[in-house]
């Protein structure tokens, strides 16, 4: 079996993710993570001809969106993009994000509250409500 060297694997999701989002299959999508902005921004060029392509738009995300719905490490200290054709939908994750922080200011992010964040997410993700719980228990077995 060939190689895929993590460039190309990372273009290769990313085009899929487009086609999806342009689609309507997806309101929004996650590029994968990367280590560094460096990294990231390596990919924006080619990432503005497969918007170009698919008529998509991208949100440069450098605080990455850690809720319950995946394991912690798997996002945390990471950088991305977003993937979207309807603005009302960055608009919905930024204020999804704003809601995290404002309950975490209060000192209302309970366990309760993780939930419903991570599912709400999950929806904006387009996941059905069975990939949202296995994904939500994943991530439980995973943080214990």
């Not at 990471?78 to 608009?91: D, G, R, S, T």
Request: charged letters at 30%; proline letters at 2%; aromatic letters at 14%.
């Amino acid at each position: 079996m060939k190689t895929i060297d993590n460039y190309s694997y990372h273009l290769g999701a990313a085009y899929c993710f487009c086609e999806m989002v342009a689609a309507g299959v997806k309101k929004i999508a996650l590029s994968h993570p990367c280590n560094s902005k460096e990294e990231r921004d390596s990919f924006l060029s080619n990432f503005d001809k497969l918007c170009d392509k698919y008529g998509v738009s991208y949100y440069v995300e450098d605080k990455p969106f850690l809720t319950a719905l995946f394991p912690e490490e798997m996002n945390k200290g990471k950088y991305n993009v977003i993937f979207y054709c309807e603005k009302q939908y960055l608009n919905k994750y930024l204020q999804l994000k704003e809601a995290k922080e404002k309950l975490i200011y209060s000192g209302e992010y309970n366990d309760h509250n993780k939930e419903l964040i991570a599912r709400e997410y999950g929806r904006l993700l387009s996941y059905s409500e069975e990939g949202i719980e296995r994904l939500l228990q994943k991530a439980r077995i995973q943080g214990q």
